[in-house]
């Protein structure tokens, strides 16, 4: 089931009446109803890996109840390796053990050995990065004794498999999901109508936004030979687009409906595209993802403390891990890395955390400097989509020396991908409001304060004809995070 | 929770009264117009026509109500054939949607080639133009409702407002969609263009895939019949017309299979696909449609035959059509 499918339209609110309808009864009943509609939506993708998770889950359950009823270290390692290396077997196999087989066989085809890979071919479960991070993050906090096992099976189901973050995220912790589903919920006006606010800017950055780049993106990527450098720059700028309002669109939705359900999840986007540097937009960026490698491989590794070599190395270290937890393939990889490039001068000369705040607080416009600031970063990681779009590294190196070509110059034909003056002009209203409502949680999360009624009502029916309107135009996109 | 349930209610009804007005607003704005040819389901009502041309493209490309008028005294002769549907269950939908809203013509002309089926292969899913048709799928009133029902619109299609007409991309024709065009009056579309040979070879022959398979026959036979009962019902005498296709895809046997199924059911049939239309490549503009060029040439056959003529003018002639 999709966030922007007609089924998500009628299991939401659905689920919404019944959630709160049996308010009124302990939080447990309400837990496992929310349990049994969180395995509805994951079953209608596929109900045969609904088993995977639910043993996933078990695993981490049992073997948690264990580390924490016992005192032997000796114990407490063995469950904790288990069910680590259990949950990293799994996530191995559905999504990298194709990858490492064929990298393999290349590397030693290079060296004169000829073998055929072998490769499993299997469908990557949806969701399964995320969930196996839930399951990861839990083990580690356990066995570091920062929380302690939960006893109750059906609320610790619910952490993991928590519909609105079951499939892309955000990535959660349990020391910050786990107390909300425990306590008693009630309805918060504020929040729900917050809620919906959400998931409506959160459908009109994936339907109206990412999808319509998307299909000038994909013209050019996939054609990419018969492009100049010019068109090939644009191409990559849709693709930028196109992934943040695809991404965080989906977060949106996702913070949103579980908003509606009282539920408040860690926010996995904060204006991205508006940092000054490199650090600040990966503090902005997939906020859940960033701070779960920090926490649980990047500060046990040392950070940034200690020699030279210890810097460079952990910082290289987490971004190509986070290359590779984005998918199998040597393009994340190359990504990861480039980032790790763009960060390290900035650690370095500690200079890393000098925009904590945001842009232009208090302001309209932003000042001549923080404008080359934030155009740099925003090239700069216009660059770094491009190898996380193309197909293989050489595609990648192809456009990138093309648009350091002369060809660059050349005026690019718009004509070409047929683009739409409707699209522009909503990319446009798109980045305004993004701008005017960047101190809140969402863009348009103030909007509220600063309309009165008819010009609210009449500002979200505008937004809801324009989803409307491309939703049923091209029918259901997948989001770009679902295969990771 | 009272007040944001109430609250978003009273929301959701503006938005949807505010997007069935849209809708609205745009189902008023293309009433009795037609965009192009191919939707040219205005022409179906209210015409009360003395002759009535159907069938497929090779109808609606090739029959001119005009020449019909001058060359045989036809009061009133109307084109009604649909573009990308050789399906004869098309063709009586179409009659019966024309027959709700008009006095029976005189005579029907319909063209019969190898092209033609019972059903559509791909009757559920993506149908030929089905878009062009889109306009009329949502909440089907009397009007036309037989043939826009053919193309299967789904419920939602049906019944969600402005639905059909984003699925399929149609919103700024019907908001600025008319029907300025003359030709399309009379559903007749005419081509001047000759065969651009470079874009379209004529080696290129998938023309072929789609002509009848001798196990069709009984079904093609019964959809025939069909139009046929429906003809003779209301008074309305039934003409066969096999009008040329270019050489590269004729085929003598698959040409004659037709003559032989209007022979079976009794019906009148003029075989117009004379070498000397059909050979000459300056008479199409691609394998199986012709040109204003291959046109001309055909109707001056028509004007020669007299069993058409008598058929077609039995008053002048002194013989009763039926």
Not at chain 1, 22 to 48: E, G, H, M, T
Not at chain 1, 233 to 238: D, E, K, N, V, W
Not at chain 1, 409 to 421: D, G, K, N, T, V
Not at chain 2, 64 to 81: L, M, R, T
Request: overall charge positive; some cysteine.
């Amino acid at each position: 089931m999709l966030f922007n499918s007609i089924s998500f339209v009628i299991f939401l609110p659905l689920v919404f009446i019944c959630y709160w309808s049996l308010n009124k009864k302990s939080p447990k009943v309400q837990n496992l109803f929310l349990l049994i509609a969180s395995y509805y939506f994951y079953a209608c993708w596929d109900y045969r890996f609904l088993f995977l998770l639910i043993f996933s889950t078990s695993l981490d359950y049992f073997t948690a109840l264990k580390i924490s009823n016992t005192q032997n270290k000796n114990q407490r390692k063995f469950w904790f390796w288990t069910s680590i290396s259990i949950n990293l077997c799994f996530l191995g196999i559905f999504k990298y053990f194709d990858f490492f087989s064929t990298s393999f066989t290349e590397a030693a085809s290079h060296w004169g050995f000829q073998t055929n890979p072998y490769t499993l071919n299997i469908i990557l479960p949806v969701g399964i990065s995320f969930y196996t991070f839930h399951g990861i993050s839990y083990i580690i906090d356990i066995y570091k004794d920062r929380i302690s096992a939960e006893k109750n099976i059906i609320d610790y189901s619910l952490f993991v498999s928590f519909f609105p973050l079951l499939v892309a995220g955000p990535i959660e912790r349990a020391t910050h999901l786990l107390p909300q589903i425990k306590q008693k919920r009630t309805f918060d006006y504020v929040k729900a109508v917050d809620g919906l606010k959400q998931i409506l800017w959160g459908l009109f950055k994936k339907i109206v936004i990412a999808d319509n780049c998307a299909e000038y993106a994909n013209i050019i990527f996939n054609n990419s030979e018969n492009y100049p450098g010019s068109m090939l720059f644009i191409g990559a700028i849709f693709f930028t687009i196109q992934i943040y309002g695809d991404f965080s669109g989906y977060s949106d939705i996702a913070l949103g409906s579980a908003r509606l359900l009282g539920i408040e999840l860690l926010r996995n986007f904060s204006f991205p595209y508006f940092s000054r540097d490199i650090a600040e937009f990966w503090r902005r960026w997939h906020i859940s993802l960033s701070s779960w490698f920090r926490d649980y491989i990047y500060i046990p590794l040392g950070g940034n403390k200690g020699s030279l070599w210890k810097k460079i190395r952990n910082t290289f270290v987490i971004f190509i891990i986070s290359g590779l937890w984005h998918g199998a393939n040597w393009t994340f990889i190359v990504w990861g890395i480039l980032n790790a490039i763009y960060f390290l001068p900035l650690l370095l000369s500690n200079t890393n955390r000098i925009h904590l705040d945001v842009v232009a607080q208090g302001k309209i416009l932003p000042s001549f400097i923080e404008i080359l600031k934030m155009l740099t970063t925003f090239i700069l990681t216009v660059f770094a989509w491009i190898f996380f779009r193309s197909e293989n590294i050489k595609q990648a190196f192809e456009i990138i020396t093309e648009i350091f070509s002369p060809s660059l110059f050349q005026y690019p034909s718009m004509s070409a991908i047929e683009l739409s003056y409707t699209v522009l002009i909503l990319l446009f209203f798109f980045f305004i409001t993004e701008w005017i409502g960047r101190e809140g949680q969402f863009a348009i999360q103030q909007i509220n304060l600063k309309f009165n009624c008819f010009f609210r009502w009449s500002f979200y029916s505008i937004l809801i004809i324009f989803i409307y309107y491309y939703a049923f135009m091209d029918n259901n996109k997948q989001f770009i995070y679902f295969q990771f | 929770m009272k007040k944001f349930i109430l609250k978003l209610i009273t929301y959701a009804i503006c938005t949807i009264l505010l997007i069935y007005s849209i809708q609205m607003a745009l189902s008023f704005k293309i009433k009795n117009k037609s965009t192009n040819g191919l939707d040219n389901l205005v022409t179906t009502s209210n015409i009360n026509a003395e002759l009535l041309l159907m069938g497929s493209s090779r109808c609606w490309a090739h029959f001119d109500p005009h020449f019909f008028e001058s060359a045989f005294n036809i009061k009133k002769a109307v084109n009604i054939g649909v573009d990308g549907h050789s399906e004869l269950s098309m063709t009586y939908v179409r009659l019966l949607d024309y027959l709700s809203y008009n006095k029976p013509p005189k005579f029907i002309i319909i063209n019969v080639d190898p092209f033609i089926s019972a059903n559509s292969i791909d009757q559920y899913s993506r149908m030929v133009n089905k878009n062009k048709y889109a306009r009329y799928a949502f909440y089907i009133n009397n009007r036309q409702w037989k043939t826009v029902d053919y193309f299967k619109f789904n419920f939602y299609e049906k019944y969600i407002p402005l639905y059909s007409i984003f699925k399929y991309q149609i919103f700024s024709d019907c908001l600025f969609g008319n029907n300025s065009s003359p030709y399309f009056q009379y559903g007749y579309e005419k081509h001047d263009n000759k065969w651009d040979t470079i874009q379209n070879p004529t080696s290129n022959t998938t023309a072929k895939k789609y002509f009848l398979k001798p196990k069709n026959i009984p079904e093609i036979k019964t959809s025939l019949q069909k139009i046929q009962t429906l003809c003779i019902t209301h008074g309305v005498k039934l003409i066969c017309i096999q009008t040329p296709v270019y050489k590269s895809i004729y085929n003598e046997y698959e040409f004659n299979l037709t003559k032989e199924i209007c022979k079976d059911l009794n019906l009148d049939f003029f075989d117009l696909n004379v070498p000397y239309i059909r050979n000459d490549i300056s008479n199409f503009y691609n394998s199986n449609h012709m040109n204003i060029n291959g046109i001309l040439k055909m109707n001056a056959i028509m004007l020669k035959n007299d069993t058409l003529k008598n058929i077609l003018s039995p008053i002048k002639n002194g013989l009763n059509p039926l």
